[in-house]
Nanobody, 122 residues
Framework: VQLQASGGGLVRPGESLRVPCGAS????????MAWFRQAPGKEREFVAG????????YYADSVKGRFTISGDNAKNSVYLQMNSLKLEDTAVYYC????????????????WGQGTLVTVSS
């Protein structure tokens, strides 16, 4: 599967942004899908994921209650809705896929999109 994230940009603290990740080659229903992010000088970290089978969603504590991951099989896309954005949410956001159960370790994902930059600044 090939993944392509888009929709990043510059937003102010407290604003919202939705970033899509389009998939091609195979349907997203075959994969556990996840979003990761990487801020300058930091390691890539898990943000949110949706499991392959039950489509249950999981979130990092830092974004729980503010971010929502969802999938649209008809569009073969996964979305990350980000509300109440904070300065510390600034990062390059990546979508990723794996065929096994959800995992918060980036090394466990086989397929990656190219990343989209989200900058939160006043």
């Amino acid at each position: 599967v090939q993944l392509q994230a888009s929709g990043g940009g510059l937003v102010r603290p407290g604003e919202s942004l939705r970033v899509p990740c389009g998939a091609s080659g195979r349907t997203i229903s075959s994969y556990t899908m996840a979003w990761f992010r990487q801020a300058p000088g930091k390691e890539r970290e898990f943000v949110a994921g949706i499991t392959r089978w039950s489509r249950s969603a999981y979130y990092a504590d830092s974004v729980k209650g503010r971010f929502t991951i969802s999938g649209d099989n008809a569009k073969n896309s996964v979305y990350l809705q980000m509300n109440s954005l904070k300065l510390e949410d600034t990062a390059v956001y990546y979508c990723a896929a794996r065929m096994a159960y959800i995992d918060s370790s980036a090394s466990q994902y086989d397929h990656w999109g190219q990343g989209t930059l989200v900058t939160v600044s006043s």
